[in-house]
Nanobody, 126 residues
Framework: QVHLMESGGGSVQSGGSLRLSCVAS????????FTWFRQAPGAEREGVAS???????SYRESVEGRFTISRDVDMNTLYLQMDSLKPEDSAMYYC????????????????????WGQGTQITVSS
């Protein structure tokens, strides 16, 4: 079992920045990738950014250049720096772990992703 706890959500105006954090605990020895997913009301969950144990990253096209995913290995903490936020970035953001390289993890069917945090809400106003 892997336990994931997100923090850092909130409300911000368009163009603003937020930084999400996710602390992982439990059986993370076999985790290969850490991925942020999001879900807006009425929409399906979608991969936003992923990083694997080799440090490779992969981003959803709509956030490329605005979001940065990183990981503090010693602290077992995942981050998502979100800059130049847009109203369409408003969603519940979830931290997940999986067993593939970043480019694969980003595009995984959410139904197949084994471990999820409880989520943190991001609201971007225009």
């Amino acid at each position: 079992q892997v336990h994931l706890m997100e923090s850092g959500g909130g409300s911000v105006q368009s163009g603003g920045s937020l930084r999400l954090s996710c602390v992982a605990s439990g059986d993370i020895a076999n985790v290969w990738c850490f991925t942020w997913f999001r879900q807006a009301p009425g929409a399906e969950r979608e991969g936003v950014a992923s990083i694997d144990i080799g440090g490779h990253t992969s981003y959803r096209e709509s956030v490329e250049g605005r979001f940065t995913i990183s990981r503090d290995v010693d602290m077992n903490t995942l981050y998502l720096q979100m800059d130049s936020l847009k109203p369409e970035d408003s969603a519940m953001y979830y931290c997940t772990v999986d067993g593939f390289q970043a480019s694969v993890c980003l595009r995984r069917d959410p139904r197949n992703v084994p471990f999820w945090g409880q989520g943190t809400q991001i609201t971007v106003s225009s």
